[in-house]
């Protein structure tokens, strides 16, 4: 039989063999299917782990403003009015080169290559609209 100890705040359990020799009879709840990067009502998960810190790191505030003028653009060619947003962040981003260096073009200009960030998944349409307005500018 186990023994139960309250010590302010904690409760510590001393538990012996023989309770630990009969499987414990708890069921927890069916896991929850985790968001993605857009939740069921079209908004953008901020928290979603694909991000990789970028809504959070030192150009996080700028990285939002683009991504969420590229997500809910309407324009004819989805993000082309989102220059402007996404200039402003590679300029961010060029003066934390430490942090952003995966994402640098050679030192010498010290830009985002963004194109390169755009290749990586050629399926995605999102991604291939995007760099086809940024190609055009």
Not at 46 to 57: I, S, V
Not at 107 to 114: A, T, V
């Amino acid at each position: 039989m186990s023994l139960c100890k309250s010590f302010g705040k904690d409760n510590v359990i001393f538990a012996l063999a023989e309770d630990h020799a009969t499987p414990s009879t708890v069921e927890l709840p069916e896991p929850e299917a985790s968001p993605g990067l857009i939740l069921e009502n079209g908004d953008i998960n901020w928290n979603c782990p694909c991000l990789g810190g970028m809504a959070t790191g030192p150009c996080g505030v700028e990285f939002r403003e683009a991504f969420s003028c590229f997500h809910y653009s309407e324009a004819q060619s989805k993000g082309s009015d989102c220059y402007d947003a996404f200039k402003t962040m590679q300029d961010c981003m060029a003066n934390y080169p430490v942090v952003y260096k995966q994402n640098l073009q050679d030192e010498e200009d010290g830009g985002l290559d963004l194109g390169a960030v755009l290749d990586e998944d050629e399926e995605d349409p999102d991604k291939q609209t995007l760099k086809q307005v940024l190609e055009v500018r």
